[in-house]
């Protein structure tokens, strides 16, 4: 199969290696990769913002692009929904409506697509460490995705998954809420590092590397162990 490969602002800038790492996964199981670098935003920080004109001017071109892709899956739940869900809510009543839609059925969130899409769960991955999970509000929200994660993890040979009591906390991060409102942010966040660090695991996974980028600045600031990682880098990882 040909998957088109929709790489989010954050994955690009802050954390390559999860880009890198869902590449060799889909390579490695046989899939050409379709990678258009000239796309950029998806357009959400201005959709959430409200400034639904400017979403729509970085939104075009990714429908454009994406129009004759037989698949395309997003390393991202945030950038994920979207594509999937918000793009149909954006374009409601203008031209591109149709092709929103369309473009909506051929969209997989990475975890959805390998699990769902693919049947896979077991990579052969080798990760011999404890870890806790957290959901990223927009997959676990909007797309519904709860469990394939999780599927995946516990095919990795050695990992130990222990779930926080806030897994399903936001982080706090949102995009433009966090410099909004950076003290409720914060606050938010620091729940959620708590809560990870009840469980005394040595990583905290997620599939959103922006709440990552998020969490992991807290945990700095507050000069903790617990480390954060991509889930991506987790399944390609061999001890």
């Given amino acids: ?19 890198i790492s869902i590449v060799s996964i889909l390579e490695k199981l046989g899939h050409e990769i379709d990678y258009p670098e000239e ?10 913002a409200g400034y639904w004109d400017e979403a729509r001017d970085a939104a075009r071109p990714v429908l454009k692009r994406l129009r004759n892709s037989e698949a395309v899956v997003i390393a991202s739940g945030s950038c ?13 009543g203008q031209p591109e409506e149709a092709e929103a839609k369309a473009l909506s059925d051929k969209c997989w969130e990475f975890t959805d697509f390998l699990v769902n899409k693919l049947g896979v769960t077991d990579l052969g991955a080798e990760f011999p460490h404890k870890v ?19 599927q995946l993890l516990e095919k990795v040979r050695g990992l130990e998954l222990v779930e926080m009591k806030e897994a399903e906390t936001c982080c706090g991060f949102g995009g433009t809420f966090a410099t909004k409102f950076p003290m ?20 905290m996974i997620s599939a959103d590397s922006s709440c ?7 945990l700095d600031h507050q000069k903790q162990p617990l480390k954060t990682i991509h889930l991506a880098e987790v399944l390609t990882s061999h001890s």
């Fill in 39 to 48: 796309l950029g935003c998806c357009g959400q920080p201005p959709f959430n």
């Fill in 80 to 92: 994920g929904a979207m594509l999937k869900v918000f793009y149909k809510e954006l374009f409601h």
């Fill in 184 to 203: 409720i942010s914060t606050a938010m966040g620091e729940v959620k590092c708590a809560s990870a660090r009840e469980t005394n695991a040595e990583y």
């Fill in 132 to 150: 806790t999970y957290h959901d990223g509000c927009h997959g676990l929200r909007e797309l519904n995705l709860k469990q394939p994660a999780r």
């Fill in 1 to 19: 199969m040909l998957i088109t490969l929709f790489i989010p602002c954050f994955v690009d800038l802050i954390s390559p290696q999860a880009g």
């Fill in 212 to 218: 990552l980028m998020h969490l992991r600045g807290l």
